[in-house]
């Protein structure tokens, strides 16, 4: 179970109508939607991961300290919710080391794992895991094995893997089916919001049951929050945005029911490629 903590105006769908410089003066919902979600899980008593933007971490110190406290695992979202095909190597640096930084003191715990903005680690950007690894992250979760319009590398390998470039780097892509040519996402987001429940969860047991590997899902404190307010984007970006958030945080706590779930740490300790781990040469999935 992982959660990108960011609020409603960060997402990249309004990047042009919320400037950053405005973020400051929006009403912020992030940290009341959160303590729902810290609600929902200690009701059912399971741990997650949550990438925690650093803007939000500045601001908000102790909702980092408050997730970590209550046995979660702190991860990064990066620092401003910019796109990493948007930045230089130089830019990006800066802004998961930022990042980093800010989420580890404000938890008192090592930060291991990212997890980009949009999902925006596609083959423009894969320098990015080299600047990863160069930062001291030891996972990344930010390669979508589909097609989309804004993200995705649709040969990508779909179970975590390991990466190895010159260090090891474990990858641990949002879950996929396999349908003939196609992976088709079914963990999570706006895949879970807007269609049906039914479609999740015959996904994620597929994946259980016959690959015999764990599903990665992803959700947003925003998406249980209908009383948000409206911004007002383009039509297909409203769609994706808005539709049945009333729904989801009773879908969530039915996926919680149907569903045992844990950390990103705990899931690649348990399933994964390890995370300490020498480099082997010729590890390579494909060479980039
Ligand atoms: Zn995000």
Same mark, same amino acid.
């Given at each position: 179970?992982?959660?990108?903590?960011?609020?409603?105006?960060?997402?990249?769908? %309004?990047?042009? @109508? #919320?400037? !950053?410089?405005?973020? $400051? &003066?929006? +009403?912020?919902?992030?940290?009341?939607?959160?303590? *729902? /979600?810290?609600?929902?899980?200690?009701?059912?008593?399971?741990?997650?991961?949550?990438?925690?933007?650093?803007?939000?971490?500045?601001? %908000?110190?102790? @909702? #980092?300290? !408050?997730?970590?406290? $209550? &046995?979660? +695992?702190?991860?990064?979202?990066?620092?401003?919710? *910019? /796109?990493?095909?948007?930045?230089?190597?130089?830019?990006?640096?800066?802004?998961?080391?930022?990042?980093?930084?800010?989420?580890?003191?404000?938890?008192?715990?090592?930060?291991?794992?990212?997890?980009?903005?949009?999902?925006?680690?596609?083959?423009?950007?894969?320098?990015? /895991?080299?600047?990863?690894?160069?930062?001291?992250?030891?996972?990344?979760?930010?390669?979508?094995?589909?097609?989309?319009?804004?993200?995705?590398?649709?040969?990508?390998?779909?179970?975590?893997?390991?990466?190895?470039?010159?260090?090891?780097?474990?990858?641990?892509?949002?879950?996929?089916?396999?349908?003939?040519?196609?992976?088709?996402?079914?963990?999570?987001?706006?895949?879970?919001?807007?269609?049906?429940?039914?479609?999740?969860?015959?996904?994620?047991?597929?994946?259980?049951?016959?690959?015999?590997?764990?599903?990665?899902?992803?959700?947003?404190?925003?998406?249980?929050?209908?009383?948000?307010?409206?911004?007002?984007?383009?039509?297909?970006?409203?769609?994706?945005?808005?539709?049945?958030?009333?729904?989801?945080?009773?879908?969530?706590?039915?996926?919680?029911?149907?569903?045992?779930?844990?950390?990103?740490?705990?899931?690649?300790?348990?399933?994964?490629?390890?995370?300490?781990?020498?480099?082997?040469?010729?590890?390579?999935?494909?060479?980039?």
């Amino acid at each position: 179970m992982t959660v990108d903590v960011e609020d409603y105006f960060h997402v990249s769908v %309004f990047d042009g @109508l #919320v400037p !950053r410089h405005s973020w $400051e &003066g929006m +009403e912020s919902r992030v940290c009341a939607n959160t303590e *729902r /979600l810290l609600r929902i899980f200690s009701d059912s008593g399971i741990f997650a991961t949550f990438f925690v933007l650093g803007w939000v971490a500045e601001r %908000f110190p102790w @909702l #980092v300290q !408050r997730i970590a406290a $209550e &046995g979660h +695992e702190i991860a990064s979202h990066g620092y401003g919710h *910019r /796109l990493v095909y948007d930045l230089t190597p130089r830019a990006f640096r800066e802004d998961v080391r930022r990042a980093k930084s800010l989420l580890e003191q404000a938890s008192g715990a090592r930060v291991d794992g990212y997890r980009a903005p949009s999902y925006s680690v596609t083959p423009r950007s894969l320098w990015a /895991l080299d600047v990863l690894i160069e930062e001291g992250y030891r996972y990344d979760a930010s390669i979508f094995p589909i097609h989309h319009d804004r993200y995705g590398i649709p040969i990508s390998p779909r179970l975590p893997y390991r990466l190895d470039r010159g260090a090891a780097l474990v990858e641990a892509p949002a879950s996929t089916i396999r349908y003939g040519p196609f992976n088709l996402p079914i963990g999570g987001g706006g895949y879970f919001r807007i269609l049906p429940y039914a479609w999740t969860r015959w996904g994620m047991r597929r994946l259980n049951e016959v690959e015999k590997a764990p599903a990665i899902f992803y959700l947003h404190p925003w998406e249980i929050d209908p009383g948000q307010p409206r911004l007002a984007a383009p039509p297909l970006g409203r769609f994706r945005h808005y539709f049945n958030l009333q729904r989801t945080e009773s879908r969530l706590r039915t996926l919680i029911r149907d569903f045992r779930f844990s950390t990103m740490r705990a899931l690649l300790e348990t399933f994964g490629p390890p995370l300490d781990v020498e480099p082997v040469m010729g590890a390579l999935p494909y060479v980039w």
